[in-house]
């Protein structure tokens, strides 16, 4: 075993227990800051966001919503555009307002941010939560600099730690008609089991253009690539010939000369997380 | 068979305790010094509807008038239709009686279950578990609290028993990083949205070309107004707790009912552990990356 891992101290965790006891009878002993902090991150989390220098300011959040023009799901040729404006608009609106929400509690990013999205025959509604994180000490940042990212604390602990930094989200989505077979199509099809082009075709629609737009916003975002891109597609459950494809994921940029290698240490667990628990306890 | 000493660590000679800890986070519990003492429980049940008085304010033909520091916002129609099928106002507002029956419910469920544990003598409460929960009928709603009652060994206080939801080894790290726990925190808001016209056309998808919304995508301005407000109306509430403390593990939930033809309520709850650093964070070393055989 390494020498360099401290090993937990039952002593010193008993030390501790006692220690924040005394401090919640004498409220002068605490070390209270003078605004409150609000952070969705695990204790973890934030001890490795605290190891790397950074750390939770705030709960924020970005919502939008935007309209779908009425009959555009059903019937038609290639992209159904309005549909893909709604959720385009919806998803930087949110952003926008996910980055003035960070700013203006004085974070410079927000990590951990949950996309809730849903697409309504009607509109589109994106819904962004996460936690605002600053350097340690940092005085406050423009909204348009500060950086949001699906990452987990630990994850962009990771990631600073390689050298790498987190840029922003990209999104794209696309909606596409799968056009409707002909009537001689169907007919000499509905018998057998074989692959419905208009609908592979639709997808391999919709995925091309959706990736494109993610592509064009982490280059316009001048990121090198995007990290735990998530992707959601399939039919739409209101419309039966409309396929949708939808991306988001969070861009990143070297910031050193090279990649840090992390160098993993490989570790075989022998037991559950009780790591700190001594079984002479229990008696 | 061999007889085991009694280990000093291990409650004995008081009866038996009762707790709602797994195994590991009950030998955790032990680890740190705290003592179990028994399962601790709160309830309430809360008529929660709508007085006359508040229906007849929130079905008006004018728009409802709040409290000067309640939350409003009107929206009217742009179109100058007057018609009994085309609407002439919406308005999003707080429906702070809501809040108030949840608040009321939540605290005296938490008051009682703090008061259970004051009766065992005990410093703190783990492992604290609350939900609400409609009850008999609608309209009644019961609001249920349960933790696990702790004591430190041989030390005297007189201050109230704190509360967390954490138990195990993650109040253990909490601890250990500086955090020592002073309640649990948790608020809702509500916010009522009666569609403008504008907002109603919009989501049902109807008359967006009678009445010259066109076939361009636009944000409904009302809707986003309406979440924006309930999410920092609950995050206002809760830190109005904290004074100067710090929030962890916050968990945001947002529910909504929808009433059809636009209008809906979005009630967020916002619940965490409200923490105090009792000492500085000691240097941390650069998190080490491990893979897991398994």
Not at chain 1, 27 to 47: Q, R
């Amino acid at each position: 075993m390494s020498t360099e891992t401290p090993i937990p101290d039952g002593s010193t965790l008993r030390a501790d227990v006692r220690l924040a006891m005394a401090s919640l009878e004498n409220p002068s002993t605490s070390h209270t800051s003078v605004a409150s902090v609000t952070s969705d991150l695990s204790i973890d989390e934030e001890l490795n966001l605290h190891a790397v220098g950074w750390q939770p300011v705030e709960l924020v959040s970005g919502v939008s919503a935007f309209s779908v023009p009425s009959g555009l799901w059903n019937w038609g040729q290639g992209e159904i555009v309005g549909a893909i404006r709604a959720h385009e608009n919806a998803f930087s609106h949110a952003i926008l307002q996910l980055q003035r929400d960070a700013a203006q509690a004085g974070g410079h990013g927000v990590v951990g941010v949950r996309v809730e999205r849903a697409v309504h025959p009607t509109h589109v509604e994106v819904s962004l939560v996460g936690t605002a994180v600053r350097p340690i000490g940092a005085s406050a940042v423009d909204s348009l600099k500060v950086f949001t990212s699906d990452l987990s604390g630990r994850d962009f602990a990771l990631l600073d730690a390689a050298g790498w930094q987190p840029l922003g989200l990209a999104h794209g989505a696309s909606f596409v008609y799968a056009p409707r077979r002909q009537m001689s199509t169907v007919l000499a099809q509905q018998s057998q089991n074989v692959e419905l082009t208009n609908f592979t075709n639709a997808i391999y629609e919709a995925r091309e253009t959706a990736m494109e737009r993610l592509q064009a916003i982490a280059l316009s975002l001048a990121g090198t690539g995007i990290v735990q891109v998530q992707v959601v597609e399939g039919p739409m459950s209101f419309a039966s010939h409309a396929i949708g494809f939808a991306t988001w994921g969070t861009v990143v940029r070297l910031t050193r000369e090279a990649h840090q290698r992390v160098e993993p240490q490989m570790v075989m667990s022998m037991n559950d997380r009780a790591s700190a628990f001594e079984a002479t306890t229990l008696g | 068979m061999t007889s085991v000493s009694p280990d000093p660590q291990v409650p004995t000679g008081q009866g038996s305790f009762s707790s709602g800890l797994s195994v590991s986070d009950f030998a955790a519990c032990l680890d740190m010094g705290l003592e179990p003492l028994g399962l601790v429980q709160g309830f309430c049940v809360m008529r929660s509807q709508p007085t006359m008085s508040q229906m007849s304010l929130s079905m008006g033909m004018t728009p409802y008038q709040p409290a000067p520091n309640d939350y409003v916002e009107n929206y009217h129609c742009p179109h100058g239709i007057v018609s009994a099928e085309h609407r002439m106002w919406g308005q999003n507002y707080q429906q702070t009686w809501i809040e108030r029956i949840w608040r009321q419910g939540f605290s005296s469920a938490y008051t009682r279950m703090l008061s259970e544990a004051t009766t065992l003598h005990a410093h703190g409460i783990v492992g604290v578990f609350d939900n609400v929960t409609p009850l008999v009928q609608d309209g009644i709603v019961e609001f249920r609290m349960f933790g696990t009652a702790v004591r430190l060994k041989d030390h005297q206080s007189t201050s109230p028993p704190w509360s967390t939801y954490l138990a195990g080894q993650r109040l253990a790290k909490s601890f250990e990083a500086g955090f020592a726990p002073v309640s649990i925190v948790a608020a809702v808001s509500s916010v009522r949205v009666s569609a403008s016209c504008v907002t109603q056309y919009a989501v049902e998808g109807t008359g967006s070309l009678l009445y010259g919304q066109g076939n361009d995508s636009f944000e409904i301005e009302q809707l986003v107004s309406a979440r924006a407000a309930a999410r920092g109306l609950v995050r206002q509430s809760v830190k109005s707790q904290l004074h100067a403390d710090q929030l962890h593990g916050v968990e945001l939930l947002m529910r909504e009912h929808d009433f059809g033809h636009g209008d809906f309520e979005i009630q967020p709850v916002l619940r965490g552990n409200r923490v105090r650093r009792f000492k500085n964070f000691a240097a941390l070393l650069a998190p080490r990356p491990t893979v897991t055989l398994s």
